[in-house]
Each structure stands twice: as structure tokens, then as C-alpha cells.
């Protein structure tokens, strides 16, 4: 197992583990999961090895990564892992848009028809 390969993985892993542990209360541990499944499966085309990363119960597993670590380069590590943090930050980011322009959308409603009944 390359040495800067490990170091990197150890390095996204606790990220990720601190990622999991602020967005579960909020978002919920199931939609972070899915959100997570969702991009290692679109990503895994790009970066193959990308699907030695699983998804469990409570969040990243990151054992397979470890195991075929010799497979892969310190390049391809970085590159299908930064992709990887990139991709889900993209669709958490759009999914807080859509609950903040949803709860926007709402209180507009709520002001037009407090308005209405003026």
C-alpha cells in the first residue's frame, strides 16, 4: 500500500467522518447515504477504483479502499476522491437550495394571501 495513498485516504476519511456527523442531524443519515451512493455510482465511469468505496448504515466504508490501494496510483487516489467531496458537496448545496427557496416560495405565499384578505 503506498504510503501517500494511505495518508490521503486517512485524510478524506476523517473529513468525511466530520462531514457525516454535522449533516446527519440536519439532513438525516439516509438522504446523506443516498446522496453519497448517488455520486460514487455517476463517478465510478471516471474513476473505477471509486467503487471500492461503500456505503453502510452509518455512513462511508472505507475498508475495499484500503485493500486495493496497492491497484491504484497516489494520482488517481487524490483525483477520484477530491471528485468524489466535489460531487457531493455539489448535490448537498442543491438540495439546501431547494429547501430554501421552497420555504421562501411558502412564506411569499403566506404573505400574498395575508394581503389578499386585507
Known amino acids: 500500500m ?3 495513498s494511505k495518508e490521503v485516504v486517512d485524510t478524506f476519511r476523517r473529513v468525511t467522518n466530520i462531514i457525516w456527523q454535522r449533516l446527519s442531524p ?3 443519515i439516509r438522504t446523506i447515504n443516498a446522496i453519497a451512493k448517488n455520486v460514487i455510482v455517476r463517478q465510478t465511469e471516471n474513476h ?3 467503487s471500492y468505496l461503500k456505503v453502510g448504515p452509518d455512513g462511508l466504508l472505507w475498508d475495499d479502499v484500503y485493500a486495493h490501494l496497492g491497484e ?3 494520482e488517481q487516489t487524490q483525483a477520484m ?3 468524489f467531496l466535489d460531487e457531493f458537496f455539489e448535490a448537498v448545496a442543491n438540495l439546501i437550495g431547494k429547501l430554501v427557496v421552497g ?9 400574498a394571501r395575508a ?3 386585507e
Open 48 to 50: 473505477p477504483p471509486l
Open 81 to 83: 476522491l477530491e471528485t
Open 2 to 4: 503506498p504510503d501517500r
Open 26 to 28: 440536519t439532513f438525516g
Open 103 to 111: 420555504k421562501l416560495f411558502r412564506e411569499a405565499e403566506e404573505l
Open 115 to 117: 394581503g389578499e384578505e
Open 72 to 74: 491504484i496510483s497516489d
